[in-house]
Nanobody, 115 residues
Framework: QVQLVESGGGSVQPGESLKLSCVAS????????MRWYRQAPGKQRELVAS???????NYSDSVKGRFTISRDSAGNTVYLQMDSLKPEDTAVYYC?????????WGQGTQVTVSS
């Protein structure tokens, strides 16, 4: 099993920044990829950003240019740097991976952007 633990959420004003962390029980090099999803109240969960063990990165159009996904050198932690936050970024953020055909989700961390 893969365990994922997110942290770093909070309440900020529009235009401010937050950095989320996802600590995995295994390195990304054995997992192959990790993704950040978010789910706002009353909405479906949406993919925000992804990173592979080879360093290939993708972002959703809604966060491109504002969010940055990265990993530490050991590969155990994946980050999501969120800049220029908007009220529509308010959601619970989850990290996710897939291994052996099984989905693994973290418990989520709340991000609230409000003036």
């Amino acid at each position: 099993q893969v365990q994922l633990v997110e942290s770093g959420g909070g309440s900020v004003q529009p235009g401010e920044s937050l950095k989320l962390s996802c600590v995995a029980s295994e390195t990304i090099f054995s997992i192959n990829f990790m993704r950040w999803y978010r789910q706002a109240p009353g909405k479906q969960r949406e993919l925000v950003a992804s990173i592979t063990s080879g360093g290939i990165i993708n972002y959703s159009d809604s966060v491109k240019g504002r969010f940055t996904i990265s990993r530490d050198s050991a590969g155990n932690t994946v980050y999501l740097q969120m800049d220029s936050l908007k009220p529509e970024d308010t959601a619970v953020y989850y990290c996710y991976t897939l291994r052996g055909g099984l989905d693994y989700w973290g418990q989520g961390t709340q991000v609230t952007v409000s003036s």
